[in-house]
């Protein structure tokens, strides 16, 4: 009896070890498999991609350096809007000739608005995000800012946007312009900019603008007419890349070519941002790369 219950003990630690060795030999082929992933390689000189729902940086390049940010800045310009107490989204704004005399100007992209056109918040927020509208910035950063004149107004407008930037601890991030045509002081980094998007995305108003590739909107004209806007988004990774929510595309003479981006794949959402990119393309490619990595860690 002795013997047999010996036996037994000796064949239930050999089980107990073998097992034990499958289970470590997982985790070490876990472990190998997570540090055999390769980082990828981007054009961009900046990058940065976290986890949207935990905050975990997945990837860093440059992601704290100050770089010009071109229309990514339109981000912040919507979130600020959208932060409004009491906002009516479908409150009417009077297109004036100043912002299409700012457009030609500047030679800022358009969403081609016309002077007399009585357009809703709702339908700036489409011209500023989809064909990245310097036009519907200007309109809203008047309507939103507080003045007797128009330049108070944006001048208060920027401020806000600066405000809700030192709001979220934002260091590395300062705003001179509605639009991102700054005069030398506008600038974020990779790292800020993904989490000004990442809150403004909290927005469900935000979510379906950005995540939009066209639409087509119906205005009130000057004599009471009504007239279609058709918009198309600049961000190419929407109807490329699967699982793509978002966000803006940005250029600039000093900006160069920026992206943030956002995808969900199996509940998972990733958010990031490359700045100073080649070109579209490479810009583009750079957002594919990062996102693919992040799903895969």
Known sequence: MKTRIKGIRRVTAAATVTAA????????????QAATLPTPTIVAKGG?????GTGTSLFTKAADTRRS??????????????????????SKVTIQKAYSDYIVAKNASSARLIVGDKVT?????????LPSGCDAAYA???KFGSGSTRAARVKSFIGKMNKAA????L???????FDGIGSGSNYSTPRDLTKIASSAMKNSTFRTVVKTTSTKQKVTTKSGGYRYMSWSNTNNLLGSYSGTIGVKTGSGPEAKYCLVFAATRNGKTVIGTVLASSSVTNRTADAKKLMDYGFKK
Request: proline residues 0%; hydrophobic residues 45%; glycine residues 6%.
């Open 69 to 90: 940010t071109g229309s990514t800045t339109k981000i912040m310009t919507a979130k600020v809007v959208l932060a409004q107490s009491n906002l009516n989204l479908d």
């Open 166 to 169: 030192t709001d979220m601890g």
């Open 171 to 177: 260091k590395n991030t300062h705003f001179d312009s």
């Open 121 to 129: 918040v709702r339908q700036l927020l489409y011209g500023l995000m």
């Open 48 to 52: 940065y991609v976290m986890n949207n």
């Open 140 to 142: 809203l950063a008047d």
């Open 21 to 32: 060795a499958v289970l470590t030999s997982g985790v070490f082929a876990t472990s190998a």
